[in-house]
């Protein structure tokens, strides 16, 4: 008896697993959309920003994120004057692999603004110490302000649409 019902909550556990796997199935990209001139631009609408945010253009972002441009569909960044870190990138990879690689970069794009502004700015450390930084299938988000839950909302509001 205590068999079956190590059997059976196996398989319950394993059918739960399946169910949520299945749930979750577009956060790996397959069929999942996101404009990247929308979302940055409703980025910059919706987050508050201390600073005036900037497009730059799109040959500065290869340098200043340093990122292969073949891995690159689409790009949109913003970035603040150097009186702060903030910025919004928005990125669509050619696949999941480049994403992931533009999302190392961007990694290393934070790192590297920590050094600038540890003594430059110091206040501006809490928003590269805990940027909103995500990675769904193809795409790269990254938005460095101080409110985290709008960026997310934005960007979730942006997956819906």
Do not use: W
């Amino acid at each position: 008896m205590k068999m079956r019902k190590k059997l059976f909550a196996g398989l319950l556990l394993c059918a739960a697993g399946a169910l949520l796997l299945t749930g979750c199935s577009g956060k790996d990209g397959g069929d999942i959309k996101l404009d990247v001139d929308k979302t940055a631009d409703g980025l910059k609408a919706a987050v508050p920003f201390k600073d005036e945010m900037t497009a730059i253009e799109e040959s500065v972002i290869y340098r200043l994120y340093d990122i292969d441009k073949e891995d690159v569909v689409k790009a949109k960044v913003y970035t603040g004057t150097a009186a702060t870190a903030e910025e919004i990138a928005v990125f669509e990879a050619k696949d999941k692999d480049a994403a992931g690689r533009i999302y190392k970069a961007v990694q290393g794009r934070i790192a590297d603004q920590k050094e600038g502004f540890e003594d430059y700015h110091p206040e501006e450390m809490t928003k590269l110490n805990a940027p909103y930084l995500e990675q769904t299938g193809k795409y790269v988000v990254l938005c460095l302000s101080d409110d985290n839950a709008k960026a997310k909302a934005e960007v979730d509001k942006q997956l819906k649409s």
